[in-house]
């Protein structure tokens, strides 16, 4: 059985998220998907967004994400509440540093920004 029959990206998830894979070398939809079903990737979804997360540690982090702006905002609080009932103590988001403006408390780090998470609260 192909990752593709157990667990496929709908076309219209994989449309938002297959642009930030060039990010990752040309990350492969079925190296997506793969990483989701084996439970390495984490993939959150909004009605016109999507974001893929990994937790490394204590860390979560945003790797992949695509779709209407506002609405990744909101799924970006829901993600931080994920990230805190994971005992998770920051947050990572790998992106274009156009995301600096629009994503209060991150700090850039390279092309990588930070925030820690207090208190379960975002």
């Known amino acids: 059985m192909s990752v593709e029959?157990?667990?496929?990206?709908?076309?219209?998830?994989w449309g938002w998220i297959s642009p930030a894979t060039e990010?990752?070398?040309?990350?492969s939809r079925a190296e997506v998907e793969s990483a989701i079903?084996?439970?390495?990737?984490?993939?959150?979804?909004?009605a016109n967004c999507a974001a893929i997360?990994?937790?490394?540690?204590?860390?979560?982090?945003?790797g992949l994400a695509g779709g209407d702006l506002?609405?990744?905002?909101?799924?970006e609080r829901q993600i931080a509440?994920?990230?805190a009932d994971h005992e998770c103590d920051s947050m990572e988001i790998?992106?274009?540093?156009?995301?600096?403006?629009?994503?209060?408390?991150?700090?850039?780090?390279?092309v990588l920004m930070r925030k820690g998470i207090q208190n379960g609260l975002h």
Do not use: H
């Open 5 to 13: 029959q157990v667990y496929p990206l709908s076309d219209k998830v």
């Open 23 to 27: 990010m990752f070398e040309g990350l």
């Open 37 to 46: 079903v084996c439970g390495d990737f984490q993939l959150f979804t909004g």
């Open 53 to 62: 997360t990994c937790v490394s540690g204590t860390t979560l982090r945003i």
């Open 70 to 75: 506002n609405e990744l905002l909101d799924l």
């Open 81 to 83: 509440a994920y990230a």
């Open 94 to 110: 790998v992106g274009r540093p156009g995301w600096e403006r629009v994503l209060p408390g991150y700090k850039r780090t390279a």
